[in-house]
């Protein structure tokens, strides 16, 4: 058995990592808060003008079509993996990595590269596949113009030939205790596959086509501004679970610990009583 002050200096240790820990917890259930309304408040929006685009789009002939709606034969994926800059949040940056290299072996006959958004994919990925660019810088900042950047030179990327199809990889918010880990093409876009909608009667002012072209550019920024906010209340989600497990651990840890000092305490207690008493025994022979 470990002696007594040992176990003091590990009660000592599990308990500082456990304020620590708790800390971490209450600092990502603040943070959580205020990502969670503006990916709510956000994301009927986003869906919304998606929607509405590939309605649009799947009415356009193949002259009058986007740039960006162009279909044709893949040889290079680009994929955009979307991971924190820090960790200690659970699986949430593991099951992105995993699903990105689930994604790019779908694509063994391809050319694959990847635009990492958040240091930890960059530092997973960057081993075995080209990654193009480092995007972590976003979170420091993160706003819709930051990202819009991020976005036209994804776009500049399809257009030029550089990529024939962009995938996003990202954790998909739920609640706190649930990300869903989400695979969505970014381009090129893909047009609505239901007939009634893509059939609608609109009226168009001005044409059609300068109505598309506007639209996707706004459209395609704000699906990966979206993306990108679904990642970030998703990794403070993470995070606070994380960090709510890790201080129950600390606390069951620490109570036994204390149960393991008491009985040690208890038992060189008894074996103090035993030598005094043997020493008076000695004494009165």
């Known amino acids: 058995m470990a002696n007594l002050k040992e176990i003091r200096n590990r009660i000592s240790s599990v308990s500082s990592t456990m304020q620590i820990t708790s800390a971490m917890k209450m600092v990502s259930a603040a943070k959580l808060k205020k990502a969670q309304d503006a990916i709510t ?18 009415t356009l002939d193949a002259d009058s079509g986007s740039k960006f709606a162009e279909q044709r034969e893949v040889k290079t994926v680009l994929i955009v993996a979307i991971t924190s800059n820090r960790g200690l949040c ?16 779908s ?10 958004i958040g240091k930890k994919a960059n530092d997973a990925l960057s081993k075995d596949y080209e990654v193009l660019s ?32 962009i995938e996003l990889v990202y954790n998909k918010f739920k609640n706190a205790a649930t ?4 695979t969505e093409q970014f381009l090129p876009i893909v047009p609505s596959s239901e007939g009634t909608n893509a ?16 639209l996707i550019p ?46 040690a305490r208890q038992a060189a207690i008894t074996n103090e009583i035993l030598e005094i008493v043997g020493g008076a025994e000695a004494l009165n022979n």
Not at 110 to 115: F, G, N, P, T, Y
Not at 179 to 182: D, P
Not at 249 to 260: G, H, P, V
């Open 179 to 182: 990300q869903i880990v989400t």
């Open 218 to 263: 706004k459209s395609l920024k704000t699906q990966l501004f979206k993306a990108i906010r679904d990642s970030f209340a998703s990794e403070h989600g993470a995070r606070m679970t994380a960090m709510h497990k890790a201080t129950d651990n600390a606390t069951e840890l620490r109570d036994q610990l204390k149960l393991t000092y008491n009985k």
């Open 90 to 105: 659970g699986a949430f940056n593991a099951n992105i990595i995993k699903q990105t290299n689930l994604l790019a072996k």
């Open 41 to 58: 408040a956000m994301r009927p929006y986003a869906d919304k003008l998606t929607e509405l685009l590939q309605n649009l789009s799947a």
């Open 134 to 165: 480092n995007e972590s810088a976003v979170f420091d900042d993160l706003t819709f113009d930051n990202v819009a950047q991020i976005a036209e030179r994804l776009m500049q990327k399809f257009h030029d030939g550089s990529a024939d199809k």
């Open 107 to 116: 694509h063994a006959d391809k050319k694959v590269s990847v635009v990492a």
């Open 199 to 214: 059939n609608q009667d609109y009226i168009f002012e001005p044409s059609k086509v300068e109505i598309v072209e506007t």
